[in-house]
């Protein structure tokens, strides 16, 4: 049970790079992965209506966790905070301060890890936001590709393959990008940012069902569905290295 009033009177986090529209339908605010990331969020960014909050490390698994120890754990206030409109049963829409809420982790696997935890909080104790249609996933590249004096993004593999194919006899330059801090504030802005170039995924209410039920799986206290899990899914794994 969260303490009453646990969130009032709290001043927005100093990582917090606000927006200055104070329009929430119009305001986006930006979770990013690391401080490195964003440091080119913030520089990158369309101060007018993006707002970037980074978050160090990985946050705290809520799939068990109380509301009290949820508003203990650092980043997670950071968020809340910077949200505006509670959580749980004090939660209030017509608080929130920002009205797109975008996930944007690297394309690796601890950046997957970070944004199903991101999922599994806002379903659990957030679900109205997710109802709401106002949270989303980035969609950064995965690669630069030149040729010549042209230089394309690259957002899946298949798409990589059949640019590739079509470049045949020429000279091509391939820059993968493990994370979003490898990418300058400019590459970022017009990858990833930039409402119209950029890739977004709307998350649903299956979507976020799906990665809390991966996540319970994973985290939970039944160990045969963990089991059975890793081990039919272990021949499909990626090593980032």
């Not at 305001?27 to 101060?47: C, H, N, P, Q, W």
Request: net charge positive; hydrophobic share 40%.
């Amino acid at each position: 049970m969260l303490r009453k009033g646990a969130l009032d009177g709290a001043s927005l986090p100093g990582k917090l790079a606000d927006c200055q529209s104070r329009n929430a339908a119009e305001a986006e605010l930006f979770i990013v992965e690391g401080d490195s990331a964003g440091g080119s969020a913030k520089m990158g960014r369309d101060r007018k209506f993006q707002a970037i909050l980074p978050l160090r490390g990985k946050i705290l698994n809520t799939e068990r966790a109380q509301l009290d120890r949820i508003v203990k754990f650092e980043e997670l206030k950071a968020l809340l905070v910077a949200l505006g409109a509670g959580v749980g049963e004090t939660f209030d829409m017509g608080k929130l301060r920002y009205h797109r809420i975008v996930i944007m982790t690297d394309a690796d696997v601890d950046g997957q890890h970070i944004a199903t935890l991101l999922l599994t909080f806002f379903f659990r104790h957030m679900s109205e936001v997710v109802k709401g249609g106002y949270l989303y996933m980035a969609v950064p590249p995965l690669y630069k590709i030149t040729a010549g004096k042209q230089s394309q993004y690259v957002y899946a593999e298949e798409e990589k393959e059949n640019l590739l194919k079509g470049l045949r006899g020429v000279k091509v330059s391939i820059q993968r990008y493990k994370g979003l801090g490898e990418m300058n504030p400019v590459q970022l802005w017009e990858t990833t940012m930039n409402p119209e170039t950029r890739i977004l995924k709307q998350i649903t209410v299956e979507d976020a069902e799906a990665a809390d039920q991966t996540f319970t799986m994973l985290m939970g206290l039944e160990v045969p569905p963990r089991k059975r899990f890793i081990q039919t899914r272990a021949k499909f794994a990626e090593l980032d290295i």
